[in-house]
């Protein structure tokens, strides 16, 4: 049984790196929402594997009366609890202390003093001062802070504008910093974290990959006995590290359906069909849809209501092709942990701004039960598994590519024509960016390419002409934007600065090598207030 970290998210834009610090350290970690009810958490804790809670920082003040608190079972299970920003907070009102709203708010880089010897920071400096205490250079974001520590606490750390920028009572185990350990500005914070998990929590380093395989292999083996299982096979990174993991363990009784919808991108379908069926001898069942999909869209311009057939056409499809394996039982799919996290806050969001194709709206008729073995990893976990399963690194390191695909691509009405123009022009763009290095290195040292360091590219047709000059002749041509963006979790993005010759040249290979293309724009806005596709 592997050790947990269980981490209680009061809506902090960084809680999902405390997850990925804990993970880092070798430790399995959880986030969860905070109010999740004390029934999961005694259950969770129930097994004994629950070592240690995390609380995360969050935009509201404890200083007003219905904001989050800290479910009071926490703090009664005789864990380890780490309480960072809001969660300090949280944990010092309740407990019996006092916070108040802070004259001098702190944001960004800051520097404390260690003023207690405490097991937490112990052997933990950036310097040492003349008297023996330690100094940590941190990264703050707060406005209120503890002024009163609860019976049992000590003081931790201090400067001058939070004098207890941490506490500790050892007693009980719990510890408490007002900055955040889990950014990397803070340039201790991941030796804060090892020590917390190992040290004070007690925890094994037992989440590796290697071991995960072969775990991961044997709980689907398990689960699925002597039945079949259908899997959508995007060639997106998910879909086929799921595929590869499930092949790996239960082999030929795994059959993966790809659908051509006809908007793929150039070669996709080959693509798939050489690694999967040909080289890893995986059963791949290759839909040609295109008609489908392009009949039902003709006509539609409405992006919403586009990406509402698309999903719906994806069910027919695998409803039709499931129907013919006649002891498919489960449907796998490569759900992964972000989107686990993400739906649970579903409701609470309010407006769609873009139904996103998903499988999880199959119909109950469908009778199949979900099989979904990367529920619980973070994408660049995700990759780390297709490398251990052989998984080629091109393919495991691809941008992400929309269930929808090109059909959110091109503005307006979807046409065969236009699809074809946009798969030669992203292509050439897509080369370009594996082709120019980007002058960055790799933590091992090899050279990245833009593409590498873009989390996502692409280009997008614009269903619009203008008028051109070529080779002495007009031309009255479509316009193709590029798109480029660098983001940690897609929820928001910058537009990557690309080098303006890198530009050019994507620039002038499209404009000659694509007929029917005469001009192309480079798309700057960032997410939001724009959102990464074009519909
Ligand atoms: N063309 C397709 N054929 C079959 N299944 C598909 C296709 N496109 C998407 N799917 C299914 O929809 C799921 C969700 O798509 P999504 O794009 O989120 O994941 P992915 O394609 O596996 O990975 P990535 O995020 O890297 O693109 C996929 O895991 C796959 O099961
Ligand atoms: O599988 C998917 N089905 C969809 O319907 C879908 N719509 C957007 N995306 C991807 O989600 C990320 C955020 O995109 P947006 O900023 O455009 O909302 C980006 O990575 C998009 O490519 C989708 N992925
Ligand atoms: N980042 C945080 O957790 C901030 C906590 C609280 N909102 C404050 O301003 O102090
Ligand atoms: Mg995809």
Request: charged share 25%; net charge negative.
């Amino acid at each position: 049984m592997h050790s947990r970290i269980l981490i209680l998210d009061f809506g902090s834009q960084v809680t999902q790196l405390i997850a990925r610090r804990v993970r880092e350290a070798g430790v399995f970690s959880e986030v969860v929402p905070y109010d999740v009810g004390t029934g999961f958490i005694r259950d969770y804790a129930r097994d004994g594997s629950l070592r240690g809670i995390v609380l995360s920082g969050g935009p509201n003040s404890v200083t007003e009366g219905d904001t989050p608190r800290v479910p009071q079972i926490v703090f009664e299970l005789g864990v380890p609890v780490l309480g960072i920003c809001y969660g300090m907070q949280a944990m010092a009102e309740q407990l019996g202390g006092r916070v108040e709203n802070g004259k001098v708010r702190e944001f960004g880089y800051a520097e404390v003093r260690a003023s207690n010897h405490t097991r937490l920071l112990e052997g933990i400096a950036d310097s040492v001062l003349a008297d023996g205490s330690s100094l940590l250079k941190v990264w703050m974001s707060h406005g209120d802070k503890v002024t009163g520590m609860p019976p049992g606490f000590k003081v931790m750390l201090s400067n001058e504008a939070c004098p207890i920028a941490g506490m500790a009572d050892e007693t009980r185990k719990f510890y408490a910093v007002q900055f955040h350990p889990e950014v990397t500005h803070t340039l201790q914070g991941r030796a804060i974290i090892n020590r917390f998990v190992h040290e004070i929590c007690g925890c094994q380093s037992d989440w590796n990959m290697p071991d995960y395989v072969s775990e991961a292999v044997e709980a689907i083996r398990r689960k699925v006995g002597k039945d079949d299982v259908i899997l959508g096979l995007s060639g997106g990174v998910d879909s086929s590290v799921a595929a590869a993991l499930i092949h790996r363990a239960i082999g030929d009784q795994l059959t993966c359906v790809f659908v051509d919808h006809g908007l793929l991108r150039l070669n996709e379908g080959k693509m798939v069909m050489d690694m999967f069926a040909r080289n890893l001898g995986v059963k791949v069942i290759h839909v040609d849809a295109t008609e489908q999909f392009m009949g039902k869209l003709a006509g539609v311009t409405d992006p919403e209501e586009k990406r509402k057939i698309i999903g719906r056409e994806f069910v027919e499809v695998f409803q039709t092709e499931a129907a013919k394996v006649s002891n498919a039982k489960w449907l796998a799919q490569g759900t992964i942990y972000p989107d686990v996290i993400e739906s649970a806050g579903k409701g609470k969001k309010g407006q769609t701004i873009k139904s996103h194709h998903n499988v999880g709206g199959l119909p109950d008729t469908l009778n199949l039960q979900l099989l979904e073995p990367l529920r619980e990893l973070f994408k660049d976990e995700v990759r780390e598994l297709g490398l251990a399963l052989g998984l080629p690194r091109e393919m495991v390191y691809r941008h992400p590519f929309p269930g929808p695909g090109l059909g959110v691509r091109i503005l307006g009405e979807v046409k065969k024509e236009y699809a074809d123009l946009l798969r030669k022009a992203d292509a050439i763009f897509i080369e370009e960016l594996w082709n120019t290095p980007s002058g960055l290195l790799s933590e091992k040292g090899e050279p990245l390419s833009w593409y590498d360091v873009t989390s996502q590219a692409f280009a997008v047709f614009l269903p619009v002409r203008s008028v051109g000059v070529m080779g002495d002749g007009r031309t009255y041509e479509y316009v193709v934007a590029l798109r480029a963006v660098q983001t940690q979790d897609f929820m928001t993005a910058q537009w990557a600065h690309l080098p303006h010759e890198l530009l050019g040249k994507v620039s002038n290979r499209i404009i000659n090598e694509v007929r029917g293309i005469n001009r192309v724009v480079y798309d700057i806005s960032g997410k939001p207030p724009a959102t990464i596709e074009w519909e």
